[in-house]
Nanobody
Framework: QVQLVESGGGLVQPGGSLRLSCAAS????????MRWYRQAPGKEREFVAI???????NCADSVKGRFTISRDNAKNTVYLQMNSLKPEDTAVYYC?????????WGQGTQVTVSS
């Protein structure tokens, strides 16, 4: 069983930045991948970013150039650095751990971009 705890969300003005953290109970180095998803009100959950076991990263087109995913294996923590935030980035952001036989979700953290 893997537990994921997200933090770092909040209210930010358009153009601002936030850094989300996802602390895992297990060794993230052994996970196949760690991912960030988000879900806006009335919309389906959508993929945001991924970092694989080998360190390969990728982001959704809607956030490329603005969001960066990274990890600290020693702290078993994955980060999502979000810059140049837009109102359409407003959503609950979820961390996901992908393991060979299962995947786990955190409880989510709210990000609101508004003036």
């Amino acid at each position: 069983q893997v537990q994921l705890v997200e933090s770092g969300g909040g209210l930010v003005q358009p153009g601002g930045s936030l850094r989300l953290s996802c602390a895992a109970s297990g060794s993230i180095f052994s996970f196949n991948a760690m991912r960030w998803y988000r879900q806006a009100p009335g919309k389906e959950r959508e993929f945001v970013a991924i970092i694989t076991k080998t360190g390969t990263t990728n982001c959704a087109d809607s956030v490329k150039g603005r969001f960066t995913i990274s990890r600290d294996n020693a702290k078993n923590t994955v980060y999502l650095q979000m810059n140049s935030l837009k109102p359409e980035d407003t959503a609950v952001y979820y961390c996901n751990a992908l393991l060979p036989a299962n995947n786990y979700w955190g409880q989510g953290t709210q990000v609101t971009v508004s003036s």
